[in-house]
Protein backbone atom coordinates (compact mmCIF):
# COMPACT_ATOMS: atom_id res chain seq x y z
CA UNK A 1 0.00 0.00 0.00
CA UNK A 2 1.13 3.63 -0.84
CA UNK A 3 -0.15 7.02 0.48
CA UNK A 4 0.77 9.72 -2.19
CA UNK A 5 1.07 13.32 -1.40
CA UNK A 6 0.55 16.07 -3.19
CA UNK A 7 0.14 19.65 -3.75
CA UNK A 8 2.48 21.89 -1.75
CA UNK A 9 4.15 24.90 -3.20
CA UNK A 10 4.85 28.20 -2.65
CA UNK A 11 1.47 30.86 -2.03
CA UNK A 12 1.63 33.92 -0.86
CA UNK A 13 -0.32 35.06 2.39
CA UNK A 14 -3.65 35.21 2.09
CA UNK A 15 -3.52 32.60 -1.02
CA UNK A 16 -4.83 29.40 -1.31
CA UNK A 17 -3.45 25.77 -1.59
CA UNK A 18 -5.12 22.25 -1.97
CA UNK A 19 -3.60 18.69 -1.06
CA UNK A 20 -4.32 15.77 -2.18
CA UNK A 21 -3.61 12.49 -0.87
CA UNK A 22 -4.20 9.06 -2.80
CA UNK A 23 -4.25 5.41 -0.74
CA UNK A 24 -3.31 2.72 -3.24
CA UNK A 25 -2.71 -0.63 -3.28
CA UNK A 26 -5.30 -3.95 -2.60
CA UNK A 27 -7.21 -1.94 -0.13
CA UNK A 28 -9.90 -3.56 1.76
CA UNK A 29 -10.80 -0.29 3.69
CA UNK A 30 -9.22 2.88 4.85
CA UNK A 31 -10.54 4.64 8.29
CA UNK A 32 -9.62 7.81 9.63
CA UNK A 33 -7.62 10.11 7.44
CA UNK A 34 -5.47 13.53 8.98
CA UNK A 35 -3.12 15.76 8.28
CA UNK A 36 -0.45 16.63 10.22
CA UNK A 37 2.17 19.19 9.65
CA UNK A 38 6.07 19.37 11.11
CA UNK A 39 6.81 22.26 13.58
CA UNK A 40 10.27 23.32 13.28
CA UNK A 41 11.31 21.70 16.78
CA UNK A 42 10.20 18.35 14.36
CA UNK A 43 7.19 17.56 16.00
CA UNK A 44 4.02 16.37 14.18
CA UNK A 45 0.97 18.27 14.85
CA UNK A 46 -2.41 17.48 14.26
CA UNK A 47 -3.86 19.58 11.88
CA UNK A 48 -7.24 18.28 10.92
CA UNK A 49 -9.11 14.60 11.01
CA UNK A 50 -11.63 13.03 8.85
CA UNK A 51 -13.58 9.69 9.79
CA UNK A 52 -15.19 7.22 7.42
CA UNK A 53 -18.80 8.96 8.18
CA UNK A 54 -17.02 12.31 6.96
CA UNK A 55 -17.05 13.97 10.52
CA UNK A 56 -13.88 15.93 11.34
CA UNK A 57 -12.08 17.82 13.42
CA UNK A 58 -9.32 20.57 13.22
CA UNK A 59 -6.64 22.03 15.43
CA UNK A 60 -7.74 25.68 16.59
CA UNK A 61 -5.41 27.27 14.63
CA UNK A 62 -6.87 26.35 11.57
CA UNK A 63 -10.45 25.96 12.50
CA UNK A 64 -12.29 28.32 9.25
CA UNK A 65 -9.60 28.56 7.08
CA UNK A 66 -8.41 24.62 6.30
CA UNK A 67 -11.47 22.48 5.19
CA UNK A 68 -11.04 18.63 5.08
CA UNK A 69 -12.95 16.44 2.75
CA UNK A 70 -12.70 12.61 1.34
CA UNK A 71 -13.70 10.66 -1.65
CA UNK A 72 -13.96 7.31 0.09
CA UNK A 73 -14.38 5.92 -3.76
CA UNK A 74 -11.08 6.74 -4.72
CA UNK A 75 -9.45 6.34 -1.34
CA UNK A 76 -8.46 9.93 -1.68
CA UNK A 77 -8.47 12.65 1.15
CA UNK A 78 -8.26 16.46 0.82
CA UNK A 79 -7.18 19.40 2.53
CA UNK A 80 -8.29 22.67 1.27
CA UNK A 81 -5.86 25.64 2.89
CA UNK A 82 -7.31 29.09 2.27
CA UNK A 83 -6.47 32.10 3.92
CA UNK A 84 -3.07 31.05 4.21
CA UNK A 85 -0.67 32.59 6.74
CA UNK A 86 3.23 32.53 7.40
CA UNK A 87 3.02 30.28 10.50
CA UNK A 88 1.30 27.65 8.16
CA UNK A 89 4.27 27.27 6.61
CA UNK A 90 5.51 23.59 7.10
CA UNK A 91 5.55 19.80 5.61
CA UNK A 92 2.37 18.27 5.42
CA UNK A 93 1.84 14.54 6.10
CA UNK A 94 -1.36 12.43 5.82
CA UNK A 95 -1.86 9.57 7.95
CA UNK A 96 -3.99 7.01 7.66
CA UNK A 97 -5.95 3.88 9.37
CA UNK A 98 -5.53 1.00 6.26
CA UNK A 99 -6.55 -2.69 6.17
CA UNK A 100 -5.03 -4.46 3.03
CA UNK A 101 -3.46 -7.05 1.67
CA UNK A 102 -0.18 -8.18 1.70
CA UNK A 103 1.29 -11.23 0.08
CA UNK A 104 -2.48 -13.05 0.43
CA UNK A 105 -2.13 -11.75 4.44
CA UNK A 106 -4.60 -9.43 5.74
CA UNK A 107 -2.90 -6.45 7.54
CA UNK A 108 -4.17 -3.18 9.16
CA UNK A 109 -1.95 -0.75 10.21
CA UNK A 110 -3.51 2.14 12.29
CA UNK A 111 -0.99 5.19 11.65
CA UNK A 112 0.06 4.51 7.82
CA UNK A 113 2.04 7.47 6.86
CA UNK A 114 2.73 9.06 3.59
CA UNK A 115 5.91 11.49 2.47
CA UNK A 116 5.40 15.10 3.13
CA UNK A 117 4.75 17.52 1.04
CA UNK A 118 5.85 21.30 1.54
CA UNK A 119 3.79 24.42 1.71
CA UNK A 120 5.72 27.72 2.28
CA UNK A 121 3.60 30.90 2.79
CA UNK A 122 6.63 33.87 2.96
CA UNK A 123 6.21 36.44 5.67
Known amino acids: VQLQASGGGLVQPGGSLRLSCAVS????????MAWYRQTPENLRVLVAV???????NYDSSVKGRFTISRDNAKNTMYLQMDALRPEDTAVYYC??????????????????WGQGTLVTVPS
Open 50 to 56: IANDHST
Open 25 to 32: GRIFSVGH
Open 95 to 112: NVDVSYSEDGTYRRVYDF
